[in-house]
């Protein structure tokens, strides 16, 4: 009887225990799903990587069968794999899934697990949200007015609108049918909120060209990116035409101003202006470079030609041609210049007096103008000035001179020389003072002596003269 009571007890001890349930589903779960990089860009691939966890206290493994990813009412994949294996219980599964969006923008996903836990199919959803925005710096492109075989300077900007700045950044610029120079830029790092333009040569080769900048750097969290711009690069055929206005600028020596207008649509490179006199070289001037459809003044400043007609020559690169252009001027400089004006001459003292003015009939003054009788044939100089000494002239005024010179009879010109400094050079001019008047009208000194038969015949006509008014005198008195 005790024996029986006491089945009975156990029967109903083990009826209150909780029994194993036959067929029951793993307490499974998706436990964590992570987005790296947090913020991808454009075309940049990153990862989904998702925890699967099955519980402690699960009463059966989880066989994971698949796991996939799709946007929000939307029943195609965006990736899956499959056949992932076994989490039992207290355990996890780690499931990375890699996939880009090639457009910016917020993109609402889910990532479902499917799995079979004693012969049931379990399923488990999770929802992620993933931001694709042009993140990290940008690229922009712009191209200027460009011609076939000329270089062209096309900017690129790079900007970094991040809170963190990156590092290794490195710049390339690449052209279909276009050459360019020093193609690649690097940076070690760019500071948040920093921008920083580069320039490019870039030489097109066609009418129609892309040019393709390639921006790679390092994030803050090690995460390397790559960011693209692109612009269109057309060209035009080269056209050229030079054109040369040579003009005089005012003073005694003034200066060839030459306006050079570059009427072509490339730049005139290697400019070298210069100043021709028949075959010989005046002067040489490089001037910098002069960009298309503009036009610039250059001042050629001259020394060493008093009036010539002057050639100006532009000789030019532009494009991938050498080119000349020319005209001419007709130079004229008014420097320092004398001319002996009020001459005057007078015998004095038997020697031939020459005086007047050295005038300056130029627009800058004279120095050291020395005047001096040159002698020759039937001049020789005398004293008191052989030579006369008078300094310096100013522009457009005048200064006294006196000269003296023996000159014999019959000698109708005494040659004068003037020599001065004008602009720093040596200058000397040769003149003929006429002496014909003075010469021609001075006593002869013979004629002055007490020899000659000139003297004898004077005397006796004055006595025979004095006889006959004595006589008649006489004759006169005895009539009365």
Known sequence: MRRSALFLVLIVVLAGLPSPTLGAEATAYIDDVSVSPAQPAPGERFTLTTVIQNAENSPSNLDVTDVYVRRVDDSDDITRVEELGVIPPGSDLTVPLSMRFEKQGTYDLRVNVVGRSDGQVQRLQYPVVVRVREGGPQVAVDVGDAVIGTETPVHVTVSNGEDAAVRNVRLSVAAASAAVKNSTRVLPTLDSGAAKTFEFMVTPETDESDILATLQYTTADGNART???????????????????????????????????????????DLVLTLRDGDETVLRKPVRALPAESERTVRLNVSSVDRATLDVVASYETGDQQGEASSSVEYVASPGTIELTGIDVEIEDGKTHISGSASNVGLSDAQSVVVRVVPTDGVVPARPYKEYFVGSVPSSDFASFDLYANVEAGVETVPVEVTYLSDGREKEIRTTVDVNDVSNSAPDPEENSGGGLGTPLLLGGGLVAALVVVGVGFYAYRQR
Do not use: K
């Open 227 to 269: 960011a693209e711009a692109s612009a269109p690069l057309v060209a035009e055929q080269l056209r050229e035409e030079v054109r040369l206005s040579p003009t005089l600028g005012s003073g005694a020596r003034p200066s060839v101003l030459v306006d050079v207008t570059n009427l072509g649509n490339a730049p005139l490179e």
